[in-house]
């Protein structure tokens, strides 16, 4: 689903895996690191590990991911690459256009992806294979810069859902 993978696989290891990352999209005046952070953090965490010596004493796969089109900014909808992970992705997404009237398979064609039913269901996860998922976020907007504090929690999480409307009259 155009989403990027690394994974550091230990040693005979059998435990589940630790996904880090975030999107690589971002939506207008969301800021530069609105998601590109968190890909970037999960990187640098697994070369410092590497860096000093540390990455071969990890017991569990870790795996970086950048998920593609989470924001909806090209197909005007919303966590294709997560959803894609999760196997909650419908097989007509692939029909979906951009505003230029590609559809989401065949940008995947484009880039050496033949995407189908069964092609999706190659892209999903096992849940017994996860153990957990880790996400470093940056919100950049002018809350907290309005009330002076230089940093927040973040206590909830929003959703999206994208409509598209059509008028028959």
Same mark, same amino acid.
């Given at each position: &689903? ?5 994974? /550091? ?6 435990? +589940? ?6 999107? &690589? ?28 010596? +540390? ?11 950048? /998920? =593609? ?5 090209r197909f005007q909808t919303t966590f294709l690459g997560s959803a894609a992970v999760a ?16 559809t989401v398979q065949e940008a995947l064609r484009l880039n050496s992806f033949e995407a =189908? ?6 892209? +999903? ?38 409509? +598209? ?5």
């Amino acid at each position: &689903m155009g989403n990027i993978h690394g994974r /550091f696989e230990p040693s005979n290891s059998t435990d +589940k895996a630790l996904l880090i990352g975030s999107h &690589m999209d971002t939506v207008i005046d969301a800021g530069m690191y609105d998601g590109a952070l968190g890909i970037i953090c999960a990187i640098s965490a697994l070369k410092v590990l590497r860096v000093t010596g +540390k990455l071969q004493r990890l017991t569990r796969p870790v795996e970086v991911i950048a /998920f =593609s089109d989470e924001e909806g900014v090209r197909f005007q909808t919303t966590f294709l690459g997560s959803a894609a992970v999760a196997g909650i992705l419908p097989e007509s997404i692939l029909q979906v256009s951009d505003k230029s009237g590609t559809t989401v398979q065949e940008a995947l064609r484009l880039n050496s992806f033949e995407a =189908s039913a069964a092609a999706l269901g190659q892209v +999903k996860y096992s849940p017994e294979s996860v153990g957990s998922y880790v996400e470093v976020h940056l919100e950049q907007g002018p809350v907290l810069e309005a009330l002076r504090y230089p940093l927040g929690v973040v206590k909830g999480i929003a959703g999206q859902t994208r409509l +598209k409307l059509q008028s028959w009259w």
